[in-house]
């Protein structure tokens, strides 16, 4: 099955700082999404993104499907952002069977 | 309020004794999932349905069954829980609207098997 991995595995910064997490596959994808675990354990969808580039607020996330790895960026860290981000693929567009990376744990220091 | 419930929260039960987690969402969406997260495993997809009567099996179906009567409910049956089905389980639900994505995860289901 595919492979999908995630760098780096933890995270600690500065509130106000800027970060870069990392998602690569191992096949061609047409279903990829970012999500947030909060530290209560709360699961929420970021992005839909299996190409191209999106924006919200201070997160936004690009998807390279050609070379295969998707980057989230989130701008000035605010503590609320700590959790574990997850990435998540499928290989055929509209089936809803995804397979997810282990994560990064982004902790932001006040 | 757009929601996906999941009862029971916390669960503690012996080997062998049959069970289920119930999953409801008011949102009327397509499909539906359950996960199970692990420490150091991530989410791992059980099963998933596309719509009513439609399900398939995720990467850890062993175990466990479902089934899709309705649009709104997705229950997990542990028809023999053993203690390796110790875990957090997720109950998810998506949707394609007006062109747009969306998905939404039950609270999670705290599980202990011993």
């Known amino acids: 099955g595919i492979q999908v991995e995630q760098s780096p595995p933890d995270l600690i910064l500065q509130e106000g700082a800027n970060s870069t997490l990392r998602c690569n596959f191992s096949?061609?994808?047409?279903?990829l999404q970012w999500f947030h675990q909060n530290p209560w354990g709360q699961l929420i969808n970021l992005f839909y993104?299996?190409?191209g580039t999106k924006q919200n607020g201070r997160l936004s996330a690009t998807t390279v499907a050609t070379e295969r790895y998707s980057l989230l960026y989130i701008s000035s860290s605010q503590t609320t952002d700590s959790g574990v981000y997850f990435c998540?693929?499928?290989?055929?567009?509209?089936?809803?069977?995804?397979?997810f990376g282990t994560g990064t744990r982004l902790t932001i220091i006040p | 309020e757009a929601q996906v419930t999941q009862n029971p929260r916390y669960l503690i039960t012996v080997t062998g004794k049959k069970l289920t987690v119930t999953c409801s969402q008011n949102?009327?969406?397509?499909?539906m999932s359950w996960y199970r997260q692990d420490p150091g495993l991530g989410l791992r997809q059980i099963y998933y349905s596309m719509n009513v009567e439609v399900t398939d099996k995720g990467d850890v179906p062993e175990g466990y069954k479902v089934s899709r009567k309705e649009k709104r409910n997705f229950p997990l049956i542990l028809e023999s829980p053993s203690p390796n089905q110790t875990s957090l389980y997720f109950c998810a639900s998506s949707s394609w609207t007006s062109g747009v994505y969306e998905q939404y995860f039950g609270p999670g289901t705290r599980l202990t098997v011993t």
């Open positions: 993104i299996p190409s």
């Open positions: 096949d061609s994808v047409n279903n």
């Open positions: 949102m009327n969406h397509e499909y």
């Open positions: 998540a693929v499928g290989v055929r567009f509209g089936n809803e069977k995804l397979t």
